[in-house]
């Protein structure tokens, strides 16, 4: 069992984890993920790793709570113990002699995009951060991505929070006035395929951190496969890290929505399992 430390709500569907796991700590790097079980019954989910404390001997994992995995996840509290937790998994980022890079966000997505900041930020890098969402209630580590950032630009649909729109306006803007190393898209699928439609043009290295159905992050099964410049590759060995103009994004999507009859049926039962617990 691996202890939960310390839990945190977000924001109304968005959930921090501190989490006892000192082998994981003392190995994780920024890029890196980890797949958890909430129970023995449970389903395999990987999620990246959001922060390291070594000297403590913890990482903290973010995660929405939109199906029925993340939702028994979600029904722990500190102190209880999750079932399974295996990592260091992936590729850790390759950050190293970058020396001015625009981190791109979106929603959940920054949870991922804010550790690489961080590291970007200790290695001495400019630090440009955009971070989007739909609207201010669904806001999440804008502070946190405001202490590493040079500069940071917040966009949401509604124009709540910051300015309105998506990420590729700000993103457009810097990519005419200024040159830079690198841009790096963590965030769901669209969004990372019209963040390189963005780059492509001005020639900039665009790397996109591909999250894909997963079950053994080992590179066995396969699920995650993705097609990178005409090529199969996993996201759970060869990345999570792949260069954005390569990948085919389309594909990437249509099987994004392979099991979502199924992800909507597991929602349901323990929609329905809350309910019951509530009742009593």
Do not use: W
Not at 25 to 44: C, L, M, N, P, S
Not at 161 to 190: S, T, Y
Not at 239 to 265: C, L, M, N, Q, V
Not at 268 to 277: D, T
């Amino acid at each position: 069992m691996y202890t939960i430390i310390e839990k945190e709500k977000l924001n109304f569907s968005t959930v921090r984890m501190l989490v006892e796991a000192p082998l994981v700590a003392r190995r994780a790097q920024a890029g890196q993920f980890v797949i958890v079980r909430a129970d023995e019954r449970g389903e395999r989910i990987p999620l990246t790793i959001a922060s390291i404390d070594r000297a403590r001997g913890s990482i903290s994992i973010i995660f929405q709570v939109v199906g029925g995995a993340t939702m028994s996840l979600d029904r722990l509290s500190v102190g209880d113990g999750i079932a399974d937790l295996v990592g260091p998994l992936g590729r850790p980022s390759a950050l190293e002699g970058i020396k001015r890079a625009i981190v791109v966000g979106g929603g959940v997505g920054c949870a991922i995009a804010l550790p690489i900041a961080e590291k970007l930020r200790a290695l001495g890098a400019e630090v440009v951060s955009v971070i989007g969402f739909r609207s201010r209630e669904l806001v999440i580590l804008e502070e946190n991505f405001r202490a590493v950032s040079d500069r940071l630009f917040l966009v949401t649909d509604d124009g709540s929070a910051g300015e309105k729109g998506n990420v590729c306006a700000p993103l457009r803007r810097l990519l005419e006035k200024e040159p830079f190393d690198e841009v790096i898209a963590i965030g769901p699928l669209p969004m990372m395929k019209y963040v390189a439609l963005e780059t492509k043009p001005f020639g900039v290295k665009t790397v996109a951190s591909m999250n894909p159905i997963m079950i053994d992050g080992t590179g066995m099964c396969g699920c995650c496969r993705l097609t990178v410049g005409g090529e199969t590759k996993f996201a759970c060995v060869d990345g999570p890290e792949f260069d954005a103009h390569k990948i085919d994004f389309d594909e990437a999507i249509r099987r994004a929505s392979t099991y979502r009859e199924f992800e909507a049926a597991a929602r349901e039962r323990h929609c329905n399992l809350y309910r019951k617990e509530a009742e009593e």
